[in-house]
């Protein structure tokens, strides 16, 4: 069985800091993963998406994310902070065959100016 | 392109009725699923059509239902609602070729009350 964990339900930066959300997944096969963000009252946005090319993968926004095998985590990173990224941030695992997606449970993000 | 878009925004239902919600998917995607968004559980799946035809399913009770019609338009149906089945239901369309690899993109969902 798949599972995503996001560790830290509420992150808090400062506006120019470095953000770091965590996600570690746990899988029976290569899984791919995903990184999705939620503004208020939207749906789920496409931040990027990990399918068995280049383990360090760019998304939107300056938002990127490794994948790392031995740790089975997918972090997603950005250098510096901007207000407009105050959101909701979800890590997703689905499986080749599977064809089901599985999320962890969020981390909401607080840029402090 | 338009996106994905869902109707209603809002529902307020009363226990033991029934709903269904409805979804268009950006045009040319061929693949919708559903998802529910609570507080507790965060995002379960609940199921994929493709071609009219349920491709994938959760692990939700048979009062859940889905369909898709030949424009690819899919509805929801939950029949004999709980407290617990208060929610956001959130649907994603995608080109379907291989789901677990597709981007998914997602609705504004539609926020259900059950009173």
């Known amino acids: 069985a798949q599972s995503v964990t996001q560790l830290g339900s509420h992150v808090s930066v400062s506006e120019g800091a470095l953000v770091l959300l965590r996600c570690n997944y746990s899988?029976?096969?290569?899984?791919?993963l995903f990184w999705y963000v939620q503004y208020p009252n939207q749906g789920l946005q496409l931040l990027l998406k990990?399918?068995?090319?280049?383990?360090l993968v760019k998304g939107i926004n300056g938002f990127e994310a490794e994948f790392k095998k031995s740790e089975t985590s997918f972090h997603l990173t950005k250098p510096s902070a901007h207000m407009s990224d105050a959101a909701e941030y979800f890590c997703?695992?689905?499986?080749?065959?599977?064809?089901?997606?599985?999320f962890g449970t969020g981390t909401s993000l607080t840029v402090i100016p | 392109k338009a996106g994905v878009t869902q109707t209603p925004r809002y529902l307020i239902k009363t226990r033991g009725q029934q709903v269904t919600l409805s979804c268009s998917p950006i045009?040319?995607?061929?693949?919708v699923s559903w998802y529910q968004q609570t507080p507790g559980q965060g995002l379960q799946f609940l199921f994929e059509?493709?071609?009219?035809?349920?491709?994938n399913k959760g692990n939700f009770p048979g009062r859940f239902s889905g369909r898709q019609f030949s424009n690819s338009r899919s509805e929801m149906n939950v029949s004999t609602l709980e407290l617990g089945d208060s929610a956001l239901y959130l649907c994603?369309?995608?080109?379907?070729?291989?789901?677990?690899?597709?981007?998914?993109?997602f609705g504004p969902g539609t926020r259900l009350t059950v009173l």
């Open positions: 994603a369309s995608s080109l379907g070729l291989v789901l677990s690899t597709d981007t998914q993109y």
């Open positions: 059509y493709f071609s009219e035809t349920q491709r």
């Open positions: 997703a695992v689905s499986e080749g065959t599977g064809n089901q997606f599985y």
């Open positions: 899988s029976s096969v290569p899984p791919y």
């Open positions: 990990y399918t068995s090319a280049a383990t």
């Open positions: 045009s040319g995607h061929r693949s």
